[in-house]
């Protein structure tokens, strides 16, 4: 080979590996958004009247692609709905004036070939995977804790959370689980009673 024609394929070779690594980042970028979890708070809205405090929430739920073939494995899902109602105190760490939970267990059936969505020992099937999780998405007038008197709205607030119970999963699946796993489905908002009445 003449020294003229490897110093072409040495320009090409370093010109395609520079290209490669420009393409790459943003090639890498849009495999993880397709694999990626979503939950996104959509809406949250807290009232007040003499059945209690009632909470209603809508959640955007988006499964990445592994937690999908985790449950076409056999891997059961749990996901909770933390809601507590805080008093605020000056002199002390807030305190509870109610809370509430709900817990979801999501699972295949490969017998059947349908969706179980269990929640407080009662079980639904559905045909596909969204229609499961739309049933557990959304949840309005959730009473979450007692009536407030009038006029002290403005010294409570609600802490709201919705996440994956990565706890529930089988132990060598919790080997490494953080934020940065790409497991990581978890949203938590605090909103003042106040606020939330005008």
């Not at 073939?69 to 605020?88: K, S």
């Not at 179980?116 to 949840?139: C, I, N, W, Y």
Request: aromatic share 6%; proline share 4%.
């Amino acid at each position: 080979m003449s020294p003229l024609s490897r110093r072409d394929l040495l320009q090409r070779s370093a010109s395609l590996a520079l290209a490669a690594a420009c393409l790459t980042p943003a090639a890498a970028r849009a495999d993880t958004t397709a694999t990626r979890n979503v939950a996104e708070l959509t809406s949250l809205a807290v009232n007040l009247g003499d059945e209690g405090v009632l909470l209603t929430y809508n959640v955007r739920l988006e499964l990445s692609r592994d937690l999908e073939q985790m449950l076409l494995r056999g891997v059961t899902l749990v996901f909770v709905a933390e809601a507590e109602v805080l008093r605020e105190r000056w002199y002390w760490l807030d305190q509870s004036r109610g809370e509430a939970t709900r817990r979801w267990r999501l699972g295949w059936q490969p017998l059947t070939r349908r969706w179980k969505l269990s929640q407080d020992g009662l079980s639904r099937h559905f045909v596909t995977l969204q229609e499961a999780l739309d049933a557990m998405r959304r949840t309005t007038r959730w009473r979450i804790a007692e009536p407030i008197a009038a006029g002290e709205e403005s010294e409570h607030h609600v802490v709201f959370r919705f996440r994956l119970d990565t706890e529930e999963l089988p132990r060598p699946l919790q080997i490494g689980l953080g934020p940065q796993s790409g497991w990581d489905l978890s949203i938590a908002r605090r909103i003042n009673l106040s606020a939330a009445m005008r």
